[in-house]
């Protein structure tokens, strides 16, 4: 008889313990991140259409989305594209149902122009088109062209549909939450882009923060002005760093820049990202569900963006997870859930699940394995569009980084 699973409390090798972390951030402007963005949405808006319609999200996955980029040809401040912009929709999708059919396309593409008009600030600059490569395949007949919902087995009792691994962990680190931070406080200038990088390494107490951050066409005139403006950022962040952070801060912008050159030399953009230069972008190859890209999580490589809320375990698992790690963090401080379920596993039965926490838990299995039982997770990820990237609010992770009041 094979043994139940069970949790176990190893040594702490969270994060929040190790000498060394290393955090990046890729912000909602990197290729990387539309095609992560333009993925989720256009499933979210599928799904809406679906319930709306059926009453039921029906069997889709668009997590093979690609943004090509476009060329824009500059001048010393401003430029123009001579080639659009390319988003290419792969992936399965059903197309119809009880025979009546279901307007993908267009639902794809409004998705896709919603988000390329959220994230890009010089949207109106770029042109773009549509490439659809989707299918309709499966060894099952009616598995993307249902007759009736009967023909979504997963309804009665979600189930996982293959085997994986996901891993929650919470609360944010120092690190991430300074990442996170990067992006929003550069985001928030009025001459810059969005497709801003941020690696923020930590040394003990120690943070150094690389920033790469583009200007917009019609904001600044020279590349000294520009110059100006990313440093005197730059020094606003560390001041409020400081303010916050027990050790030393420095923070560096830009390392390629030539001050002496025109504008259009340094990471002057059209659109706000680096799409104007012909950089592409898939999804999967950059932040995780926590929005950044953290090797420190020992998690693995499962990309969420686009997969089927109803049951995908990619998706579902992954809320489950980082549900759990914030419950349990709330009560105990730092700690991982690491869970394992086999393909054809309900949720609430995984194969494996693991708690790493600084703590002793007191009845942390049963904690995690209450929120595993959980059903709740399409209107989080339909309605409040959870996993859909976006810049968090300057003030909230300020917040973060505030020293603990004494009550």
Request: proline share 7%.
């Amino acid at each position: 008889m094979p043994t139940a699973p069970h949790a176990t409390f190893l040594r702490p090798v969270l994060p929040h313990d190790l000498g060394i972390e290393v955090v990046e951030r890729k912000g909602v402007g990197h290729p990387d991140t539309l095609a992560d963005s333009i993925a989720e949405l256009a499933s979210i808006r599928y799904s809406e259409y679906c319930l709306r319609e059926f009453g039921a999200i029906l069997h889709h996955n668009l997590d093979k989305v690609a943004v090509l980029g476009g060329r824009a040809r500059f001048g010393d401040t401003d430029g123009t594209y001579d080639r659009p912009v390319r988003v290419i929709f792969g992936g399965r999708i059903s197309t119809s149902f009880a025979g009546r059919t279901i307007p993908v396309r267009e639902i794809l593409e409004d998705a896709a122009a919603e988000q390329l008009r959220t994230a890009l600030p010089g949207f109106e600059h770029i042109t773009w088109q549509a490439q659809h490569e989707t299918t309709d395949s499966s060894k099952f007949e009616r598995w993307f062209a249902p007759h009736g919902l009967q023909d979504l087995p997963e309804r009665p009792t979600a189930f996982s549909n293959d085997t994986a691994f996901l891993v929650g962990t919470a609360p944010r680190t120092t690190a991430e939450t300074v990442a996170l931070l990067t992006e929003a406080w550069f985001r928030q200038q009025p001459w810059a882009g969005s497709d801003i990088k941020a690696l923020v390494i930590r040394d003990e107490h120690a943070l150094t923060v690389t920033v790469c951050v583009p200007a917009v066409a019609g904001h600044l005139a020279s590349s000294a002005e520009f110059e100006d403006a990313v440093s005197d950022a730059a020094r606003e962040l560390t001041t409020q760093l400081l303010k916050r952070l027990p050790g030393p801060v420095t923070v560096v912008c830009n390392t390629r820049n030539n001050r002496t050159g025109p504008l259009s030399s340094q990471y002057f953009t059209l659109s706000g990202s680096a799409i104007d230069y012909g950089e592409d972008g898939l999804v999967g190859r950059g932040n995780a569900r926590s929005g950044l890209i953290t090797p420190g999580q020992q998690a693995g490589n499962e990309a969420l963006f686009g997969k089927n809320p109803a049951y995908h375990v990619g998706k579902v698992g992954g809320w489950l997870v980082d549900k759990a790690s914030r419950s349990l963090a709330e009560q105990f401080g730092p700690c991982r859930i690491a869970v394992m379920w086999r393909n054809g596993s309900p949720y609430p039965e995984p194969a494996s699940l693991d708690i790493t926490a600084t703590h002793l838990v007191p009845a942390g299995d049963e904690l995690v394995r209450d929120v595993l039982c959980r059903t709740d997770w399409v209107p989080d990820l339909v309605d409040n569009q959870h996993y859909l990237p976006r810049v968090l609010p300057v003030p909230e992770l300020l917040a973060e980084l505030d020293p603990p009041t004494l009550s």
